[in-house]
């Protein structure tokens, strides 16, 4: 049994326009050790997804899911006592601003051993020393001074470091990274995620990495959810994904990778912005930016369908970079870009 | 934190010497000189005034005059007044534990009460608790005090005859004053009927002092609030699973208390303008209400010796928030 | 939010044309100022006061000044031995209560406009002149300004009227000079602020000279702080001045001043509730419509706070 199950999860905020579908469906399932990737544009809805899943959305935001299992435990039903005993012990979370997510009011000592005291309780000492432990295992040196240290004296690297430790303080089953190296210099961010697969693997615990970055995915991830406007457009083993992406936007995302576009003299770019509240396009929500939309992507929204070796949202999916399945009027490629 | 203190006093210093000149101006600026001031209404001779301008100085330039007079001021000499003879710094300091009684205990109650309503008028932002903490907040601070004290002598002491009209104790009561402080001589004393009749004596003037104290702290209080449940770090302390009464008395709290502290210590300026008020109603005998008597008495020694000395009481009492707000914010505290 | 922005002008046609057609800075501020609803009340109840003040001869029943001799301490009509002649009662000398409170709204207004023309006219001249010439002269306005915001402000006003004599119009000399910091340090911060933006230096350029780079130029962009704080400085002057008053340090009887009449109505307070009671709430209503109102100014003119 996956250790997460989320089946067709819908979180709509309410806003002086009237609802706004942020996610709009999703489907996901993470097994016990495992590392899935989640990619997508800013407003895609990933981060909204966890948020939710994790119980942190603000009051305004509606959550309805057909399923929404966390080891075994409907965690829609869930009660909030309960729920808490949960969260921060068997799931944990990290987010993309180390240095706004710790309290500046507080030492790292104090932060990191309160997670601890609340979920696992043990004497004042004990926890001290689990806190040493626990920075000297996220790579920060002299560990034992810096519990007195105060976020404001430590870099953003450090601090995303003893967000880390904080987050496996209670051996989570499931971590949570909610685009944790955004933030950070571009030396640093590797060392995060190595750090973070690298505790993933040690750990055994099942890590979501959510992230816009196509690139960091093929290091890290074995599985791929592309998210797209609070939809879930493609799911699959990440060699096969970006061996023969299926989707229209997972093509275009990986086109727009530096990495794979040698020899081109400008990076392909993908036209327009991700629909916001006021303008959600009937159809397919891609349409309007797809290379190969034709009239019944403006008019039907397609169904994730499972192929081969995962699930695809689109009436026509690529192969090898040309759309299959075209209907016999099928418009010229490019006409309605 | 030392070279944190030392600037601010650093920044003082001047401040303080601008206050000593505007004291040593009062007396020069109003119309007559002190010597007729001094004499009063029956006259004197040129001869006799003349002498006496010489004796106290008045006749030399200005700013030997000031040297004089600050070098008086630091060895504590403020002059006599005119009235009693006796030096200004012995009538200040005998009424100063008054004072500092009520606005005490003012601020211990608008803390009391505007803190935890602040706290939780953010906590329920937009629901009716807020809408009424902030409609209420909103008239505190627009309240006349010196109307809001006879509107409570009119309840209290007039209709319900629960509170007496004015005054520190009952004249029953005799009590040697050792702090100064009624409350804790009373106490001191082991006189409880005079410890109660001090505190029913207190309750009316500390509610009318901290009135607008109270309204000022929990609006402030409320928007800090408000602005650090968004932050970052209070979703972390949710996504670590903590009860919302630790996340909100705690990790929110903290960080909102920072500008509360600063909005309370400037609380100390107004709050003696307030007591000016307060003491005036309820015949209280504290520094305010004898800086009015003085002034209708034209009395000038005492007011400028008064005036300098609760420029400089402000004075210390902000500087010693000003350190309270390095204690409390560790961001401040580490920085040069 | 920025997403949103862009698909809106994008794709609703509606949304670019009142893009296209901004509205009017006055339009935009009504818009937002109608939406607190305290704001409107506060301003209605403002409008109010104005009208009785200017029509007060017109409206009043009675002399302000004039004493019924029969009729001493008469309770107002709705209580026993209350009469219509008299519909708030009258006071200690028998003069009509509610002609006296109608000709303080009069005073109250005055008060107000006269203190916050005087401090805010002399705080944008030291504001500016700060902000403009750094050194020598800022440094010593400044500091001026830190030392009187050293001193209570009740303390300052007091001591300001003793010098000057006990009057009405000294005691809002005295306000206005004691509020004068609070307008020099706001405008001279904002001052500066616009000073290193880019349209200051374009106007430095074409050769604008110095009166009009600081009236015409900097100036208008600073006004929207000082329009809160005058409003806000407006309330406080009507609540300072009636303090004043009733220290005996104000207006001076028999002016119906209402902190003078407060003062008088004292050594009645257990026997005549309504002698207190009206100039006092005439005082809490006006001040309070004044901050609801500075409220929400304040809220429509700080973009920070404008939503799209």
Partial sequence: ?337 | MFRFAITRIAVLLPTFIGVTVIAFSLIRLIPGDPVELLAGERGISAERHAKLMQEMGLDRPLHEQYLTFILDVFQGDLGKSIRTKTPVSEEFFALFPATVELSLCALLFAVAIGLPAGVLAGVRRGKVFDHSVMTVSLAGYSMPIFWWGLLLIILFSGTLGWTPVSGRISVMHFIEPITGFMLIDTLLQGNYAAFNSAVRHLILPAVVLGTIPLAVIARQTRSAMIEVLGEDYVRTARAKGLPPWRIVGLHALRNALIPVVTVIGLQVGLLFSGAILTETIFAWPGIGKWLVDSIHRRDYPSVQGGLLLVASTVMIVNLIVDLLYGLINPRIRHAR | MTVDANAVQETDPEAQGLAARPMHPLVEFWVYFRESRGAVAGMAVIAVVVIVAIFADVLAPHDPTEQFRDSLLTPPVWAEDGSWAFPLGTDAVGRDMLSRIMHGARFSMVIGLVVVTLSLSIGIGLGLVAGFFRGVVETLIMRLMDIMLALPSLLLAIVIVAILGPSLFNAMVAIALVYLPHFARLTRAAAIGELSRDYVTASRVAGAGLPRLMFSTVLPNCLPPLIVQATLAFSSAILDAAALGFLGLGAQPPLPEWGTMLAEAREFVLRAWWVVTFPGLAILVTVLAFNLMGDGLRDALDPKLKRS
């Fill in chain 1, 1 to 337: 049994m996956a250790l997460l199950d989320i089946r067709n999860l819908r979180v709509e905020f309410r806003t002086a326009q009237g609802l706004f579908p942020a996610v709009d469906g999703i489907d996901l399932t993470v097994d016990e050790g495992e590392l899935l990737g989640v990619v997508g544009e800013s407003g895609s809805g990933k981060s909204v997804t966890m948020l939710a899943l994790m119980g942190l959305l603000p009051w305004t935001a509606n959550v309805t899911a057909d399923r929404m299992e966390f080891a075994g435990r409907d965690m829609l039903s869930i009660p909030p006592r309960e729920r808490r005993r949960l969260t921060g012990a068997e799931m944990a979370m990290i987010f993309q601003e180390p240095m706004s997510s710790l309290n500046p009011c507080f030492t790292v000592g104090f932060q990191l051993t309160e997670a601890i005291k609340v979920h696992q309780g043990g004497t004042r000492r004990q926890r001290r020393d689990q806190a040493a432990e626990l920075l000297q295992q996220v790579g920060i040196p002299s560990a034992a001074s810096r519990l007195s240290a105060f976020p404001h004296q430590l870099s953003g690297g450090m601090n995303q470091r003893v967000m880390i430790a904080m987050a496996i303080a209670c051996n989570p089953k499931l971590l949570i990274a909610d685009e944790p190296t955004t933030a950070l210099d571009v030396t640093i961010q590797a060392q995060i995620l190595d750090l973070l697969v690298q505790l993933q693997r040690e750990r055994g615990m099942a890590l979501i990495l959510i992230t816009h970055d196509m690139a960091v995915v093929a290091e890290t991830a074995r599985r791929v959810n592309v998210m797209y406007a609070g939809q879930q457009v493609e799911t699959r083993p990440v060699d096969s994904l970006f061996d023969n992406p299926r989707h229209p936007y997972t093509a275009a995302l990986l086109d727009a990778l530096p990495e794979r576009a040698s020899g081109k003299t400008r990076l392909p770019t993908i036209p327009g912005v991700v629909p916001g509240i006021a303008d959600r396009p009937g159809g397919c929500l891609f349409h309007p930016r797809c290379r190969f939309a034709q009239q019944r992507c403006k008019t039907n929204r397609p169904e994730l369908e499972s192929d081969r070796d995962g699930r695809v949202r689109c009436f026509f999916p690529l192969d090898r970079g040309e759309p299959t399945d075209w209907p016999e009027d099928a418009e010229s490629r490019g006409s309605a870009a």
